[in-house]
């Protein structure tokens, strides 16, 4: 497998800028509709976006075309983006996850484009100062993984694309953020890239999908924050690669579209 592959995305277009439009009227959602809101300051592919305490979404990862800004905040108020502070080294297919603290920890990722190889190193973006510390580099470098905030804090960060390309993982670590440094944990079933992760209401995180050497997965496994091991669950009914997962009220996990 490449390790390239398609993800669709939105970059809202100069033509919403020019025309001065806003904040999306607060009946579109009532209604089911879709209606256009501020323009980014950069276009944008492979990012992440994170809701952060205060209600903003912070977009981040390398921003297409010259002196791109890295990060940027999006106002639900105003309907406009502004510039923050500069991610350290700016990455791509990283992963983003809001900590109980407000601090968004950023890991891994490509510094070179989308599934370009992974890299290992973390930061923490702080809300209140709009700026980004360094934190402890994982163990392995990673692009295009999972990463799952466990009720007890720490941060589950599973398989991805190494350093080389193509190299699925599926090796696991975890993030302690009182410490800022990670521990191995046990390693997956099948190394997987481009799957999704899902906390469930057991404790337990469902990953999904993704792909290895040979392709997109039908595979499922869990992993027990109690024994840190993984274990097979039943297959999807399709392989699927980079799919959007979501825990229903019911307890049930939504796995929706993907590449196969």
């Known amino acids: 497998m490449s390790g390239l592959r398609l993800r669709y995305v939105v970059v809202l277009g100069a033509l919403a800028a020019a025309a001065g439009w806003g904040a999306a009227p607060a009946s579109a959602a009532a209604s089911g509709t879709f209606a256009m809101t501020g323009s980014m300051h950069a276009p944008r592919v492979c990012h992440t976006t994170t809701l952060l305490g205060d209600g903003q ?14 990060a940027e905040l999006y106002s639900p108020a105003t309907g406009a983006w502004t510039v923050t502070g500069a991610m350290i080294t700016p990455t791509d297919s990283h992963t983003a ?9 950023v890991a891994g990722g490509s510094a070179s484009g989308c599934f370009y190889g992974g890299t290992s190193g973390a930061e923490l973006y702080n809300p209140v100062t709009g700026t980004w510390a360094a934190t402890g580099s994982m163990t392995t470098a990673r692009a295009d993984q999972t990463a799952t905030l466990l009720p007890g804090g720490k941060v589950l960060v599973t398989g991805g694309m190494g350093a080389a390309i193509p190299s699925s993982l599926s090796s696991a670590e975890l993030y302690n953020p009182a410490t800022g440094t990670w521990t191995a944990t046990g390693r997956m079933t099948t190394a997987r890239q481009g799957a999704s992760a899902t906390l469930l209401p057991s404790g337990q995180v469902l990953i999904a999908g993704g792909a290895d050497s040979s392709g997109a997965l039908s595979s499922a496994e869990l992993y027990n924050p109690a024994t840190g091991k993984f274990t097979a669950t039943g297959s999807m009914s399709a392989a699927r690669l980079d799919q959007n997962a979501i825990l229903l009220p019911d307890g049930q996990v939504l796995v929706t579209a993907g590449n196969r």
């Open 97 to 105: 996850t809001l900590l109980p603290d407000g601090l968004v920890l």
């Open 57 to 70: 979404a912070l977009a981040a990862g390398i921003g297409l075309g010259s002196g791109a800004p890295s």
